[in-house]
C-alpha cells in the first residue's frame, strides 16, 4: 500500500489499559502513596476492585474513542476487574467495535484476590476464575492472549496453568515485568515459562542479561508518573515496542516523551531509535497495516514529529471502512460517549470511595 508523505498505517498502542480511562477525577487515597507499592494497593488495586460491566464498557468506549481522535486504530490491552471477571472480555471487544478499533484484549490473571500475601502457595479462586475467562473468550473466537498480572502476585501454579493455556491457543503471555522493585525475582520465575510471542511490560528493573523471551514494551510517561525508574530500553538484546500503561494512546505523543527520556541520557541519541518501538508495535499487531490514516502535519517524519506537537489526524481509514473524515468520528457520538462515561464515573467513584 503507497502511503503519502503525510499518511502513516493505523499507529498501535502495544500496552494499554482500557479499564482505566475514566480514572481521572478519581478520588485519592486519604494517605498519598509513598511507593509503588502503595500506589497498587491504594489507587490501581481499588479501581479495579469497583469496576462492573457498565463502567468496563464505558471506560473501553471511551478510551477507544480517544484511540481513534490519536490515529491509533489497533490496541493490544491488559485487563483487570476481580468482582466483574465474567464476560469482561466481551464487553471490551464490543465497546471497542463499536468505535471501529482494533483490540487484542486479556484479562489479568493473579492470586491477590482473595489472598493477602504474595506469592501465595497455589492458585487461588480469583486467578481460576481469571483463566477461565480467557480460556472463554478465546475459545470464542477473540482476538486476545493470556494475561498475567505480574509474577509477583501468581503463585507457581498459576504461572503453570496460565503459560499452558496460551501454548494451547497458540497465543502469547502479556504480562507487567520488573516495573518496581517489588517485582525483581520476575526473571527467575519466567525464565523457562516464556516464549518470543509474550508481551513484557515495563522491564524497568530487569537485568541486562535477564533471559525473558519476548517483546519488552517501554511505558516512559507511566514509568515517570510512578517514580519506578527508567527502563533504558536500548540496553535489552528483546524487541522492544511502545505502550503508554492506560495513559490514553496518543502514539506520537508517548514517541515525543520517550525520545526526550532517551535524550536525557544520551546527548547522541536521535528520534529514530523511539521511531522503531512503533516498527515493533506493528510487527504485533500486522492488521494496523491494512489501515491509513492521513495527518494534520505535512510531513510526518521522526525528526518533525520529535519537535512538533499537536500533530492530529484528519482521516482515518480502517479496512477499507472510512471512521474518520475531517477529523470527526464517524462511527460514534462522541459528545455523547463522553457525557455517558462522565455519569458512570460518577457511580465509580462512589463504589471507590465506599471501598475499606
Not at 481522535?69 to 491488559?78: A, F, K, S, V, W
Not at 496460565?162 to 520476575?186: N, P, Y
Request: net charge negative; with cysteine; proline share 5%.
Amino acid at each position: 500500500m503507497d502511503l503519502a508523505i503525510n499518511q502513516t498505517h493505523g499507529m498501535v498502542c502495544a500496552h494499554h489499559h482500557l479499564y482505566s480511562s475514566l480514572a481521572r477525577g478519581m478520588p485519592g487515597p486519604a494517605t498519598p502513596p509513598l511507593s509503588f507499592s502503595n500506589i497498587l494497593e491504594t489507587v490501581w488495586w481499588k479501581l479495579d476492585q469497583a469496576l462492573d460491566l457498565e463502567t468496563i464498557f464505558w471506560s473501553a468506549k471511551l478510551g477507544a474513542l480517544e484511540a481513534l481522535e490519536t490515529g491509533t486504530t489497533c490496541i493490544i490491552d491488559h485487563h483487570e476487574s476481580p468482582n466483574a471477571i465474567e464476560g469482561s472480555l466481551s464487553v471490551i471487544a464490543d465497546a471497542c467495535s463499536e468505535v471501529g478499533v482494533r483490540v487484542n484484549t486479556c484479562y489479568g490473571v493473579t492470586d491477590r484476590h482473595p489472598a493477602s500475601n504474595f506469592p501465595p502457595n497455589s492458585m487461588t479462586e480469583g486467578a481460576r476464575r481469571g483463566l477461565e475467562e480467557n480460556r472463554r473468550f478465546l475459545s470464542g473466537g477473540g482476538n486476545g492472549m493470556v494475561g498475567l498480572h505480574a509474577s509477583f502476585t501468581c503463585s507457581d501454579e498459576t504461572l503453570e496453568n496460565a503459560t499452558s493455556l496460551a501454548r494451547e491457543f497458540s497465543v502469547g503471555i502479556h504480562t507487567h515485568v520488573a516495573e518496581g522493585k517489588v517485582d525483581m525475582a520476575a526473571p527467575s520465575r519466567l525464565s523457562r515459562l516464556s516464549e518470543d510471542n509474550w508481551i513484557l511490560a515495563h522491564g524497568v528493573h530487569l537485568e541486562d542479561d535477564h533471559g525473558i523471551r519476548g517483546t519488552i514494551i517501554h511505558n516512559p510517561r507511566s514509568n515517570m508518573n510512578n517514580s519506578v525508574g527508567y527502563a533504558a530500553p536500548k540496553r535489552f538484546v528483546n524487541p522492544v515496542g511502545l505502550g503508554t500503561d492506560g495513559i490514553g494512546a496518543d502514539m506520537f505523543d508517548e514517541f515525543r516523551l520517550g525520545y526526550a527520556r532517551l535524550r536525557e541520557n544520551d546527548i547522541a541519541e536521535s528520534p529514530l531509535t523511539v521511531w522503531k518501538m512503533l516498527e515493533v508495535n506493528k510487527s504485533l499487531y500486522p492488521d494496523c497495516l491494512q489501515d491509513v490514516v492521513t495527518w494534520s502535519y505535512p510531513n510526518v517524519n521522526p525528526w518533525h514529529l520529535a519537535f512538533t506537537p499537536g500533530v492530529k489526524p484528519r482521516d482515518i481509514v480502517i479496512a477499507g471502512k472510512q471512521v474518520m473524515k475531517d477529523g470527526i468520528v464517524m462511527t460514534v457520538d462522541a459528545d455523547e460517549v463522553r457525557s455517558k462515561a462522565a455519569e458512570v464515573a460518577t457511580k465509580l467513584f462512589k463504589r471507590i470511595d465506599d471501598l475499606p
